[in-house]
């Protein structure tokens, strides 16, 4: 790698946009690194790719499939680098796609692992989640999608301002648009006042109100 390049984590700050070369989800310590950042981190280092099939399973009959690919990184002129990626209908979520779709898989993940293996990025990014899209990836506990706003000065209805800006994480939440740093403090602040325990006082006038207004019924009634 050329001195007068960034490292990879200036690359991070600098070139890379979260939600879309990167994302980030719960139970995964490292962002995941997606197939057009790690095609960005390549152009800025000037890194050429070659593919080669080192196995294939194609059983058309039994609609199974398998690959499995190296990738190697080439840069002026000499292989620097290279990982194997493999792929095959058993994946989840891969049992009915064509066998075309299982190779770029295989593909993609070779690639992706590769490009951080030669920029010895993987302390920064993680490759493990790569062939998820950040739409999926970026979900709340409570099953909110965020996503990278393509838009600006928008209304943010968690905290009733025009501040989303283009790239900030956004998401629908009861048919609102609110930005995620937003959301996340309503929360925080919601959970840290939780409804106040009510007295044995309160529960004993419930009770009581609910004798005397069932006899008054009874009365009637009789």
């Known amino acids: 790698m050329s001195t007068d390049k960034m490292t990879i984590e200036e690359v991070k700050d600098e070139l ?3 939600g879309e070369d990167y994302g980030l989800t719960k139970g995964i310590p490292k962002p995941f690194l997606t197939l057009p950042g790690a095609q960005r981190v390549a152009k800025y280092y000037g890194y050429k790719h070659a593919f080669e099939i080192q196995e294939s399973v194609e059983q058309h009959q039994e609609k199974f499939y ?3 690919v190296i990738c190697r990184v080439v840069s002026e002129g000499e292989i620097i680098g290279d990982m194997i990626g493999s ?3 058993h ?6 796609a064509p066998p075309n779709s299982i190779l770029k898989m295989a593909e993609k993940r070779a690639y992706v692992s590769a490009i951080l293996y030669v920029v010895a990025g993987s302390g920064l990014f993680s490759a493990d989640v790569e062939d998820m899209s950040p739409a ?6 409570d099953g909110v999608k965020w996503f990278g706003a393509k ?6 209805a968690a905290c009733n301002n025009k501040h989303i800006s283009e790239g900030d994480m956004v998401g629908k939440v009861d048919g609102k648009w609110m930005a995620k ?3 996340d403090h309503l929360q925080s602040v919601e959970n840290s006042n939780p409804p106040e325990e009510e007295s044995q006082e309160d529960k004993l006038a419930k ?9 008054e019924m009874f009365k009637e009634e009789a």
């Open 16 to 18: 890379l946009k979260e």
């Open 66 to 68: 398998f690959y499995r």
């Open 87 to 89: 792929c095959s209908t």
């Open 91 to 96: 994946d989840s979520g891969k049992g009915k």
């Open 136 to 141: 999926e990836l970026n979900v709340s506990e």
């Open 151 to 156: 838009w600006s000065n928008g209304f943010c």
């Open 181 to 183: 740093d937003c959301y």
């Open 207 to 215: 009770t009581l109100q609910t004798k005397d207004y069932a006899a």
